[in-house]
Nanobody, 116 residues
């Protein structure tokens, strides 16, 4: 079992920045692939960014490349999503995802709202 909890969302103006944090507990964090997803009202949940267990490999959705950065601190069992140059279309509920041996674990989500 893996538990994750997101924080750091809020209201920000366009072109602003936010940093989301996801704290994990349960399984050894270094063994868990971590990612961020988001879901806008009335739309399906979509992948945003992912990071390998050791942190050496990252992947991003095309819509956030060059603006968002995912990172992890295995000693602190935490993953971050630094979001810069935010746009109104980034408004969504952001979810932290942990994948351990093919099983997905989700947090409750943290709301990000970007005003124009």
């Amino acid at each position: 079992q893996v538990q994750v909890a997101e924080s750091g969302g809020g209201l920000v103006q366009a072109a602003g920045s936010l940093r989301l944090t996801c704290a994990s507990s349960g399984r050894a964090f270094k063994d868990v692939f971590m990612g961020w997803f988001r879901q806008a009202p009335g739309k399906e949940r979509k992948f945003v960014a992912g990071i390998s267990r050791g942190g050496g490999m990252t992947t991003y959705a095309d819509s956030v490349k060059g603006r968002f950065t995912i990172s992890r601190d295995n000693a602190a069992s935490t993953v971050y999503l630094q979001m810069n140059s935010l746009r109104p279309e980034d408004t969504a509920l952001y979810y932290c995802n942990a994948n351990f041996r093919g099983d997905d674990y989700w947090g409750q989500g943290t709301q990000v709202t970007v005003s124009s």
